[in-house]
Structures are given as structure tokens and as C-alpha cells.
């Protein structure tokens, strides 16, 4: 089985820290993704890699940035975290070819005070 | 830019009812992926259709392409199917994977 793992399932922190959110995937995958999760907006799309080093913009990058410098692994950086991120953060991967379906981790539901 | 609609919003059944979920995309797609997300939980992928019809267990999906429409059906519903269920569609084919997302139908079968 595909396995996605997150660092923490919930993560309290303070305004104006520095937050590392990390996510592992043990299948070799190729294309990883993270997004945000809030009520009544649905799932959005905060980045995205497709091979390592490489990295892409989604649809609200403002705020965070991303790191991939080993294949299974892709965090997502918060520089200086605001309480407008106080979120659910889920990342997801997907094998290299063809079409399949996206495997998701547990999520970490960040609280910034 | 795609807009996709899921409708109902929320929905609440008596366990054993027929279920139907449904979902509108406003322009062209690859692939259109139904998702389950229990409450405190992950998400979980139940299908991937660009045609048709697919069936596993109690859960049948269906896409009309030129409709621009899919549903999600669950016969013999069970407090177990009690969960928010998440229409998402690929755009692009080739290596574009990005997915848009319905904001979810939160659906709650009471015993």
C-alpha cells in the first residue's frame, strides 16, 4: 500500500514563527502536492513538485514556500506564520505515468496564535 | 478558469436510502475523481473516471462528458458512508496532474 505520511497531526504556534510542515511518501513517487483545507472553500492548492529540486506555484503560494531535495519527501515552509494559515494542511503524491488517483496523507491541522 | 459545483451542499438520510451526489464542471477535463474524507480523517480516493460508469461495492460513479456532469451514487446507505465526499477534476492531460476541487457535500446517515 502507498503510504503518505505528515510530520505532526496538529501543531500549535505562535505569530511570526518559522513553521516546517514535512510529508513523506514511500512509493517512488514523482509528483507531490500540498494543499490547504478550509471550511466552506474547499481544498486549495498551496504548491506543487514534480521531480526533486523542482517546484511550482498552485493557486495561493503567498506566504509559504517549498522545498523537495529528496524524492519522497516535499515540505512546505511557512516564513513567518500568520493567523490567517491556521488551516488543514494535506499533502499528496501520485505515480509518474498515466492516469491515477492521487494518494493523500492524514493532515496536519496548524493553529497559529 | 474551472468552476466546479457540487450539490447538495449537506444531505442527511435514514440508513438504507438510495444516495446521489452530484457534480458540474464548466469546461473541458481529463479526468474527474470522486474523494471521501471521513471527519477528523484523511482523504481517501474512491474513483477516477473520464467515461462512464464505475462500480465498487454500495458506491457506483457515472460522468456524462457532454453534460459536463458526474454522480456519485450509494445504494443501501449506512451510518459508515457518514462523511464529506469531494468531486475534483483534472484538467490537462500529459503531465499536468493539478487537480480543482468542489467545495464537498457533507453527508450524514442517521441509523
Known amino acids: 500500500d502507498v503510504k503518505v505520511t505528515q510530520s505532526s497531526r496538529y501543531l500549535v504556534k505562535r505569530t511570526g514563527e518559522k513553521v516546517f510542515l514535512e510529508c513523506v511518501q514511500d512509493m517512488d513517487h514523482e509528483n507531490m502536492f500540498w494543499y490547504r483545507q478550509d471550511p466552506g472553500l474547499g481544498l486549495r492548492l498551496i504548491y506543487f513538485s514534480y521531480d526533486v529540486k523542482m517546484k511550482e506555484k498552485g493557486d495561493i503560494p503567498e506566504g509559504y514556500s517549498v522545498s523537495r531535495e529528496k524524492k519522497e519527501r516535499f515540505s512546505l515552509i511557512l516564513e513567518s506564520a500568520s493567523t490567517n494559515q491556521t488551516s488543514m494542511y494535506l499533502c499528496a503524491s501520485i505515480p509518474p505515468a498515466g492516469f491515477s488517483e492521487q494518494y493523500f496523507g492524514p493532515g496536519t491541522r496548524l493553529t497559529v496564535t | 478558469k474551472n468552476e466546479v459545483e457540487q450539490s447538495p451542499q449537506n444531505l442527511t438520510a435514514q440508513e438504507g436510502e438510495f444516495i446521489t451526489i452530484n457534480c458540474s464542471y464548466s469546461?473541458?477535463?481529463?479526468?474527474l475523481h470522486w474523494l471521501q474524507q471521513h471527519p477528523g480523517g484523511g482523504i481517501v480516493s474512491l474513483f477516477m473516471l473520464s467515461s462512464g460508469k464505475k462500480k465498487h461495492g454500495r458506491l457506483i460513479a457515472t460522468i456524462n462528458i457532454q453534460e459536463k456532469h458526474s454522480s456519485l451514487h450509494i445504494t443501501a446507505s449506512h451510518p459508515r458512508d457518514s462523511a464529506v465526499y469531494i468531486c475534483a477534476v483534472r484538467l490537462g492531460g500529459g503531465s499536468n496532474y493539478k487537480l480543482t476541487f468542489g467545495k464537498g457535500t457533507l453527508l450524514t446517515v442517521n441509523p
Open positions: 469546461v473541458g477535463i481529463s479526468a
